[in-house]
C-alpha cells in the first residue's frame, strides 16, 4: 500500500507564529495535496501540486503557502497562524488524474 | 461554493438495513467520481470509483453515476455497524489535477 508520512502528528502554536507542516511519500506518485477538515466535516483542498518546484493554489490558499522541493516532499506553511487555522490538515498523493489519493494519518493543528 | 453536493448531512440505518447516499456535482468539467470512507479519528480511504455511466458493484457496495444529471450515488446493502463513518464524495474533471470533497455523509449503523 501507498506511504505517505505526515509530521508533526500534532502541533500546538501560538497566534502569529510560523508553522510548518511536512509530507513525505515514497511512493514515486507526481501529484501531491493538502486539504484541511474541520471537526465533522468534509476536506477543503488548499494547494496542490503535480510537479516538483510547481505548486498550484486550491479552493482556500489564504493564509498558507506551499512547497514541492521534490517529488517526494510536499511541505503546507502558514506564516502568521491564525485560531481560525486550526484543524486537522490532510497531506495525500496519487499517481495519475484518475487514480485513488493516498492520504497520510492527519497533523492535528491547535492555534492558541 | 461547494462544487460537490452530498445527503443527506447524517442517516440512521439498523443493523442489515439498506443505506444510500447522494451526490451531485455543480461543475459540468466533472468527469470522475470517487467515494472515500472515514472512521472516526482516521484518514478518508478509497470505497470505490466511478467513471463511466452506469452501475458498479463490490460486494454489499454498489456505486450509480449519472453523468449527464452528475449524479452518483452509493448503496451499502446489509449495513453492519462496522460502516458507520463519514462517507466522502470526491470528483475531478479530465484537464485538472484538483479533487475535490464533499462535505460528507455521517452514516449511523445501530446494532
Known amino acids: 500500500e501507498a506511504a505517505v508520512t505526515q509530521s508533526p502528528r500534532s502541533k500546538v502554536a501560538v497566534t502569529g507564529g510560523k508553522v510548518t507542516l511536512s509530507c513525505h511519500q515514497t511512493?514515486?506518485?507526481?501529484?501531491m495535496y493538502w486539504y484541511r477538515q474541520d471537526t465533522g466535516h468534509g476536506l477543503r483542498l488548499i494547494h496542490y501540486?503535480?510537479?516538483?518546484?510547481?505548486?498550484e493554489k486550491g479552493d482556500i490558499p489564504d493564509g498558507y503557502k506551499a512547497s514541492r522541493p521534490s517529488q517526494e516532499n510536499f511541505s503546507l506553511i502558514l506564516e502568521l497562524a491564525s485560531l481560525s487555522q486550526t484543524a486537522v490538515y490532510f497531506c495525500?498523493?496519487?499517481?495519475?488524474?484518475?487514480?485513488?489519493?493516498?492520504f497520510g494519518a492527519g497533523t492535528r493543528l491547535s492555534v492558541l | 461554493q461547494q462544487k460537490v453536493q452530498q445527503s443527506p448531512e447524517s442517516l440512521i440505518v439498523p443493523e442489515g438495513g439498506m443505506a444510500s447516499l447522494n451526490c451531485t456535482s455543480s461543475d459540468r468539467n466533472v468527469d470522475y467520481f470517487w467515494w472515500y470512507r472515514q472512521h472516526s479519528g482516521k484518514s478518508p480511504k478509497m470505497l470505490m470509483s466511478i467513471f463511466s455511466n452506469g452501475e458498479k458493484e463490490e460486494g454489499r457496495f454498489t456505486v450509480h453515476l449519472n453523468k449527464a444529471s452528475l449524479h452518483t450515488s452509493l448503496h451499502i446493502r446489509d449495513s453492519q455497524p462496522s460502516d458507520s463513518a463519514l462517507y466522502l464524495c470526491a470528483a475531478s474533471d479530465t484537464n485538472a489535477y484538483k479533487v475535490i470533497f464533499g462535505k460528507g455523509t455521517h452514516l449511523h449503523v445501530l446494532p
Open positions: 495525500a498523493s496519487s499517481g495519475h488524474s484518475q487514480n485513488t489519493l493516498y
Open positions: 501540486s503535480y510537479v516538483a518546484d510547481s505548486t
Open positions: 511512493n514515486n506518485h507526481d501529484y
